[in-house]
């Protein structure tokens, strides 16, 4: 439910407006390799303050699809790679 919402998108946009960013959105061709595998399922384990949490709102804007963030991702190190258009914005809305 988180990912299809404008939390993600909303926390990231302004993740992205900050004077300091460091672009990790490569990571999201880790977990697209991963897409529809054995290996789907992925666990983060970090200390506190390793940017978690960024990372979710990255992922959730990414995939979510009840918003267009073409935009964003067309700016960032994610739009180099061989998947990035497949999977953009192609997370299905949750059945209720």
């Known amino acids: 439910m988180y990912l299809n ?8 946009s302004n993740l992205l407006k900050e ?3 460091v672009d990790k959105s490569k990571i999201i ?15 983060v ?3 506190r303050r390793f940017g978690k949490s960024e990372i979710t709102n ?5 995939y979510g699809c009840i918003f ?12 180099t790679t061989k998947t990035y258009i497949t999977h953009l ?4 809305p949750p059945k209720r």
Do not use: H, W
């Open 58 to 62: 990255l992922i959730g804007s990414y």
């Open 45 to 47: 384990t970090r200390p």
């Open 19 to 21: 004077e300091l960013y």
């Open 89 to 92: 914005s192609q997370l299905p």
């Open 5 to 12: 919402t404008m939390v993600p998108y909303k926390n990231f």
């Open 29 to 43: 061709e880790i977990l697209n390799a991963r897409i529809n595998t054995t290996r789907k399922y992925i666990c």
């Open 68 to 79: 267009d963030t073409k935009q964003i991702f067309d700016n960032l190190q994610i739009a």
